[in-house]
């Protein structure tokens, strides 16, 4: 039983961290993409002067999305640079920021953004909201 926690569990943070780390940078990816487009949908539908409450909801209800996703990525990513900064003395996880200093404070940098992000795109939203509640009234 002791060997089930010491000799796989290197291997499974290893794989927590890598798995984190694809789904922080593909989530990050995908609102990034997602605001492009978003912004060239707003700006040419301003332009027209056609800008009808059905695109406003569907803005709101995919800005939500997003913040939910940057969110979650986030809490994923933060989550594992915690676990190297700390370490998990119950699974025998050691810290590794200690060795690898540069590696953690980029990934500190990244989750500092990402959260700052989460905000802003939060703030987005709520103007998204709001504008399509002056539209509909």
Known sequence: MNCLFTCGSSWNFETKVVESQKYFVVALSVACFYSIVSTFVTVSAFK??????????????????????????????????????KGNKEVR??????????????????????LFASVVLLLLSIISVLSLYKKIR
């Open 48 to 85: 027209k002067h056609s800008c009808s409450a059905v695109l406003l909801l569907n803005l709101a209800i995919m800005d939500a999305v997003m913040v939910g996703i940057v969110a979650s990525a986030t809490g994923a990513g933060g989550g594992v640079a915690y676990l190297g900064l």
């Open 93 to 114: 996880w050691d810290k590794i920021c200690h060795i690898y200093d540069k590696f953690c404070r980029h990934v500190g940098g990244a989750i500092a953004v990402s």
